[in-house]
């Protein structure tokens, strides 16, 4: 029986970048992953499939509406849909590689398998048994289905089976207007296909900043996507190669249907902890399925620990890697500590919508005093040269102490903007303290310190 410090269950983010820092903490380590090749939802089928096929199609969007502005005359290209997803494979392959290349630098072992846990301290994979100090369950989400709603990953798909789909469809219904449903939806709508997004609420990415949402919807209709609003999908039928999606509308319990050639069930992902034995060991779970663990990730079972989308908080990437280096320094004596408040949250759409710490709808809730910085891109040079105009930096600081607490931003290139705001929050630093900071000209930056000079005596360009 091989026997390890660590044993990590799953390689997406959480459980591989756990085993590289507990690798270079000098702990003895091993993964054990049930897919073909490593790196998880996230490099597989979630973050970086879905991120190369939102590139290809914005580059198609560039060429087909800005090029000839700009003096770029000629034929816009057209779409080879079997190399777009040979481009997409590609990718995919570059980036698991990389994972195995990573593993074997750091002498971590890959056990080949679906492990489970008949013990504390032993980690069956196949018929092997191994022995560990510490087991660390990282296995992640899988797609959560609605009821009348059988999906065959052709006809009726998750995410998964929309990266992958064998053609470009007319006609896609996209259930849910949240982070999948937007993102594959833009996707498939700049391929031509007439996108209808039906939701149950009435507003688009739930918890989001509501200038954001409302902005963003507008865009979004502006670029062909359709939205059916405060709709309970009831049933899709599945007749051969179509399918018929049932709806009713909540302000008046209205029935209706819609045609599609492909329905996206986009409706939120749920933990997957399945065959891992949970039960057998008393492991406590949450109600939506989320094992509960304390503040260094403990589950109550000793020697067990789990992080990543299979315990409570945002189903993020980055979320699951920070608690995968966390739990590692933890399990090595270390101090290990994962900031919560701040952690961003991007949708890859264009224009990217990015956002960090509390909206003005939680500020509201606490009761707590704030003001609002926002500046539009349209005064931005660089974003009005690059087609990029829409959207706005907002920055929202304590009324008194003028700190940061959170930032909405939907624009271009948001998701990397979001990161000065991060960085400044985890510093404590106030609007000024960003405002007061030289920041590069002609840059998309400027959008974010003009946000921040209107916490204070106002922005220059506007
Ligand atoms: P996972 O990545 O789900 O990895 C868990 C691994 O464990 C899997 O490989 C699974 O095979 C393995 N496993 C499970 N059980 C066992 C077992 N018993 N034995 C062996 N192996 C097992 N997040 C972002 O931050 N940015 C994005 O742009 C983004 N885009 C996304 C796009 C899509 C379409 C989807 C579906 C998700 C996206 N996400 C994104 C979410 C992101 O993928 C997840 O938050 C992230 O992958 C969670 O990491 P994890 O390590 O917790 O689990
Ligand atoms: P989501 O939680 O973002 O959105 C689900 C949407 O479906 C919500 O708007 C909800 O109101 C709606 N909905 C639920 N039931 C419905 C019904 N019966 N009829 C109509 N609408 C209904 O979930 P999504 O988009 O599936 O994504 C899952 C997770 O994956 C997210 O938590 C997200 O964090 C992660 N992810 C992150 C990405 C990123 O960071 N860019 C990209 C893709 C996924």
Redo the contacts with the bound molecule.
């Keep these: 029986m091989a026997s390890y410090d660590v044993i990590i269950?799953?390689?997406?983010?959480?459980?591989?970048v756990c085993a590289i820092r507990c690798a270079q903490l000098g702990l003895k380590t091993a993964v054990?992953?049930?897919?073909d090749t490593?790196?998880?939802?996230?490099?597989?089928?979630?973050?970086i499939?879905?991120?190369a096929l939102l590139h290809a199609t914005h580059m198609l969007h560039e060429a087909e509406h800005n090029f000839a502005t700009m003096g770029l005359k000629g034929k816009s290209p057209s779409v080879d849909w079997k190399q777009m997803l040979a481009y997409k494979a590609d990718t995919i392959a570059q980036n698991t590689k990389g994972i195995e290349f990573l593993f074997k630098k750091n002498k971590i072992d890959w056990l080949k398998?679906?492990?489970?846990i008949p013990e504390q301290g032993r980690v069956k994979?196949g018929d092997e048994m191994h022995e560990a100090k510490h087991i660390i369950i990282?296995?992640?989400?899988?797609?959560s289905s609605l009821p009348g709603v059988e999906i065959d990953e052709k006809t009726v798909v998750?995410?998964?089976g929309?990266?992958e789909l064998s053609k470009i469809p007319k006609k896609l219904v996209v259930i849910g207007a949240g982070?999948?449903g937007l993102?594959?939806g833009s996707v498939y709508a700049r391929l031509g296909a007439e996108v209808t997004v039906v939701e149950f609420l009435d507003q688009i990415t739930p918890g989001m900043d509501v200038e954001v949402q409302k902005s963003f919807q507008k865009i979004l209709k502006k670029q062909g996507l359709n939205f059916v609003m405060g709709a309970a999908v009831q049933g899709v039928e599945t007749l051969k190669t179509k399918a018929k999606v049932t709806y009713k509308l909540r302000k008046d319990d209205s029935e209706e249907t819609i045609d599609a050639d492909v329905v996206l069930v986009a409706t939120g992902?749920k933990p997957?902890?399945?065959?891992?034995g949970l039960e057998a060991l008393g492991i406590e779970m949450a109600d939506r399925g989320q094992i509960k663990t304390d503040g260094q990730w403990r589950t109550n079972v000793d020697g067990i620990h789990a992080?990543?989308?299979?315990i409570a908080g945002?189903?993020?990437?980055?979320?699951?890697?920070d608690e995968?280096m966390a739990v590692a320094e933890v399990i090595a004596g270390k101090h290990g500590h994962v900031n919560y408040g701040v952690i961003p949250?991007?949708i890859?759409t264009h224009p990217e919508v990015a956002a960090v710490g509390a909206t003005e709808a939680m500020l509201k809730d606490e009761g707590r005093a704030y003001k609002i910085g926002k500046f539009s891109f349209m005064g931005n040079g660089r974003a009005k040269a690059n087609f990029a105009g829409d959207g706005f930096v907002k920055i929202l600081a304590d009324k008194e102490t003028d700190r940061i607490l959170g930032a909405h931003i939907i624009g271009p290139m948001a998701g990397d903007l979001i990161h000065e705001i991060c960085v400044a929050m985890e510093f404590g630093a106030s609007a000024e303290d960003l405002a007061l900071t030289c920041h590069a000209h002609p840059t998309y930056s400027e959008a974010v310190r003009e946000a921040a000079l209107a916490c204070g005596d106002g922005p220059i360009h506007s």
Excluded: Q
């Design positions: 269950i799953g390689s997406g983010p959480g459980g591989y054990v992953e049930g897919r490593l790196g998880g939802t996230c490099l597989n089928v979630g973050c499939p879905s991120k398998g679906w492990g489970t994979v990282a296995t992640g989400s899988e797609a998750t995410s998964t929309a990266l982070v999948i993102e594959m992902r997957f902890t399945d065959g891992l992080i990543g989308d299979c945002p189903m993020l990437a980055h979320k699951a890697e995968g949250g991007v890859y």
